[in-house]
């Protein structure tokens, strides 16, 4: 079993930045996949940005150029950098861990509303 801890969610004014932490523990995979994920509201979860093992990253297209994802592999913690946040980016924020074979294990949650 692995288990995900988010921190960093909360309430920021519209062009605000946040960052989010999620710290995994547990049976740590050698190879896996972080990531975050969101769901708002009457939506589906959608990717907001993934980084792998060895530190290939990819975005979601809402959010290309305003987030930055980042990982420590010693502290197999991954980060989510978010800048120029809008109302749209107000959601149920997820962190993921997928490990080559298995399962895809979840966080969670952190909420994060974007408001004046």
């Known amino acids: 079993q692995v288990q995900l801890v988010e921190s960093g969610g909360g309430l920021v004014q519209p062009g605000g930045s946040l960052r989010l932490s999620c710290a995994a523990s547990?049976?740590?995979?050698?190879?896996?996949?972080m990531g975050w994920y969101r769901q708002a509201p009457g939506d589906q979860r959608e990717l907001v940005a993934s980084?792998?093992?060895?530190?290939?990253?990819n975005y979601g297209e809402s959010v290309k150029d305003r987030f930055t994802i980042s990982r420590d592999n010693a502290k197999n913690t991954v980060f989510l950098q978010m800048n120029s946040l809008e109302p749209e980016d107000t959601a149920i924020y997820y962190c993921?861990?997928?490990?080559?074979?298995?399962?895809?294990?979840w966080g969670q949650g952190t909420p994060v509303t974007v408001s004046s």
């Open positions: 993921s861990y997928r490990p080559l074979v298995g399962r895809t294990y």
């Open positions: 980084i792998t093992s060895s530190g290939t990253i």
């Open positions: 547990g049976s740590i995979f050698r190879y896996a996949t």
